[in-house]
Each structure stands twice: as structure tokens, then as C-alpha cells.
């Protein structure tokens, strides 16, 4: 545990947690923010908006599994089983964080639709919907997307000074949400009249705060150790949060039984992948 006491400045305070936290996790944590705000600017860029249509509605199943898993099956047992907090803490800090959440999806500024210009049917917007968001609110669109990143960008780097296994698994599902998040931003962009140049770039710049959130996390996170489990467990409020709230809702209308078993099909692979996650993370 790092011991703080002596250092009357914040250069010596961060001299010392880069002596106690070993380099390379900060380029873990670097690395893995890096990756999920660019991969998804790759994604769009290479996509045509149709094809980009398709592709949402499976990422939005897969990315369901993903983070419900991550946040039952992987990290909420790390916080209760490999660290010392009183349950009833953890719990109290479970309820607190998906309220803190609902309150910031309130105020507009932890937004993650992933809604697009056409689809009135499931969210019952009139026609010109996402036009009239994006020309109007489209930069307190963005602030809200960069504060979600921002946020996650913390959520990750706890995450890997908490266990290198167990950061990774929460950057892929954090990754898993952002693709279909930020595509979904940037057709909404696109209808609204953005450029493509724009709007992929506006979407990358906003992806980019989560290695912001990282960088701070690792260096006001790390020393504080006794925290690592209520910051993991506020990582598994927000997922669950963005699954019940955001997610499953969409998932939930009326559709063909073809559609609907391509649904359960991918979000059965969402939780696949975080199963095939678990083993070697509860065997080290």
C-alpha cells in the first residue's frame, strides 16, 4: 500500500505512484481507452449508413450479453470475493451508482442512444427527429457522450490497477457498448447535415476523453486501494444500467421469429464470450 505521508507536492505524489504502480499498467489502461474510441470511427468509416443500420441492431444484442455478463459474472464477484468491503456497503454503493447514473441520463449528460433516423417505430420519434437533436443539442449531445467516455475511461483503469485479467475483460465490454453507441451518434450526425469528415471526426474526438478519464484514474485511483471495490462495483451499476435502461428496451418489441432468435443468438454470444472470460480470471 502506498504510503503518502512526507510528500508535500504533487510532483513527489505522482513520482511515487509511478514507483508503486509498475509503468506498463498505465499503457494497459492508455491502450485499451485508445482502442475503444478509435475502433469505432473505423467501424463507421468503413461502413455505408445502410449497412451501418444492419450492423447496430446486432451490436446492441451483442453488447446487452456483453455488459450484463461482464458486470454479474465477472466483475461484481472480483469486488465481493477478492476484496475486504462490508456487503452492505457494496450493495448500498450498487443502488447509489445506478442512481447517479439516471440522474446524469436526466441531465443529459451520460447519454448512450443508439437510435437512427427511420427506426420511429421502436422509439416513436417523428420524422426529422434525429435532425432537429443533433442541430440543436448536437454539442451537449457530444459533452454528453465525452462525459460517459470520460467515465468509462476511470471505470477502466480501476479495473486494471484491480486485476490486469479483470481490466481487460471490462475494456472489451466497455468496447462491445461504444461501437454501436458511437455509430449510432454518428448517423445521427449524418442526418442532421454533418459532413462525414465531421461527423467522424466530432465522434472520434468525443471517444478519445475516455483516455483522459484513464490517465486520471490511474494517478487519483491507484493509491487508494480500499476503494478498488466500490469502483468496481460502480463500473457494474453503470452496465447494468445501460442494459436495463437502454438496451433491453429495444430489444423488446414486437418483431418476425427469425429476428427475434438472430437477437437471442447474439446476445447469447455477448455472454459467451464473457463465460469464456471467467476461467482464467477465477483461476489466478
Known amino acids: 500500500m502506498l504510503q503518502l505521508r512526507g510528500l508535500n507536492s504533487w510532483a513527489g505524489i505522482v513520482r511515487a505512484?509511478?514507483?508503486?504502480?509498475?509503468?506498463?499498467?498505465?499503457?494497459?489502461i492508455v491502450a485499451a481507452t485508445f482502442v475503444g474510441g478509435l475502433l469505432s470511427v473505423i467501424v463507421a468509416a468503413s461502413l455505408t449508413v445502410t449497412v451501418l443500420n444492419r450492423v447496430v441492431k446486432h451490436l446492441?444484442?451483442?453488447?446487452?450479453?456483453?455488459?450484463?455478463g461482464?458486470?454479474?459474472?465477472?466483475?461484481?464477484?472480483?469486488?465481493?470475493?477478492?476484496?475486504?468491503?462490508?456487503?452492505?456497503?457494496?450493495?448500498?454503493?450498487?443502488?447509489?451508482?445506478?442512481?447517479?447514473?439516471f440522474l446524469l441520463e436526466k441531465a443529459e449528460?451520460?447519454?448512450?442512444?443508439?437510435?437512427?433516423?427511420?427506426?420511429?417505430?421502436?422509439?416513436?420519434?417523428?420524422?426529422?427527429?434525429?435532425k432537429e437533436q443533433a442541430g440543436r443539442g448536437g454539442w451537449s449531445v457530444l459533452m454528453g457522450d465525452s462525459?460517459?467516455?470520460?467515465?468509462?475511461?476511470?471505470?477502466?483503469?480501476?479495473?486494471?490497477?484491480?486485476?490486469?485479467?479483470?481490466g481487460?475483460?471490462?475494456?472489451?465490454?466497455?468496447?462491445?457498448?461504444?461501437?454501436?453507441?458511437?455509430?449510432?451518434?454518428?448517423?445521427?450526425?449524418?442526418?442532421?447535415?454533418?459532413s462525414r469528415g465531421k461527423a467522424l471526426f466530432y465522434n472520434g474526438l468525443s471517444g478519445m476523453a475516455a483516455v483522459g478519464g484513464g490517465i486520471l484514474g490511474y494517478?487519483?485511483?491507484?493509491?487508494?486501494?480500499?476503494?478498488?471495490?466500490?469502483?468496481?462495483?460502480?463500473?457494474?451499476?453503470?452496465?447494468?444500467?445501460?442494459?436495463v435502461a437502454d438496451l433491453i428496451p429495444q430489444l423488446q418489441r414486437r418483431l418476425p421469429w427469425r429476428d427475434t432468435v438472430s437477437q437471442l443468438v447474439w446476445l447469447a454470444g455477448g455472454l459467451a464470450v464473457v463465460v469464456f472470460l471467467v476461467r482464467p480470471l477465477h483461476h489466478h
Open 17 to 28: 505512484l509511478r514507483a508503486e504502480s509498475p509503468p506498463m499498467t498505465l499503457l494497459y
Open 60 to 68: 446492441v444484442s451483442l453488447s446487452t450479453g456483453v455488459l450484463l
Open 70 to 101: 461482464t458486470a454479474l459474472l465477472l466483475i461484481l464477484p472480483e469486488a465481493f470475493e477478492g476484496q475486504k468491503a462490508p456487503p452492505q456497503s457494496l450493495f448500498l454503493t450498487l443502488l447509489a451508482g445506478m442512481m447517479f447514473f
Open 109 to 130: 449528460l451520460y447519454r448512450h442512444g443508439h437510435h437512427h433516423e427511420g427506426d420511429d417505430p421502436q422509439h416513436h420519434h417523428h420524422h426529422g427527429f434525429d
Open 147 to 166: 462525459i460517459h467516455n470520460f467515465c468509462d475511461g476511470i471505470i477502466i483503469a480501476g479495473a486494471f490497477l484491480a486485476d490486469l485479467r479483470l
Open 168 to 194: 481487460t475483460a471490462t475494456a472489451l465490454a466497455i468496447i462491445a457498448h461504444e461501437i454501436p453507441q458511437e455509430v449510432g451518434d454518428y448517423i445521427v450526425l449524418l442526418n442532421a447535415g454533418f
Open 219 to 243: 494517478f487519483v485511483v491507484g493509491p487508494w486501494e480500499a476503494l478498488f471495490p466500490y469502483l468496481l462495483v460502480v463500473a457494474s451499476s453503470s452496465f447494468v444500467y445501460v442494459a
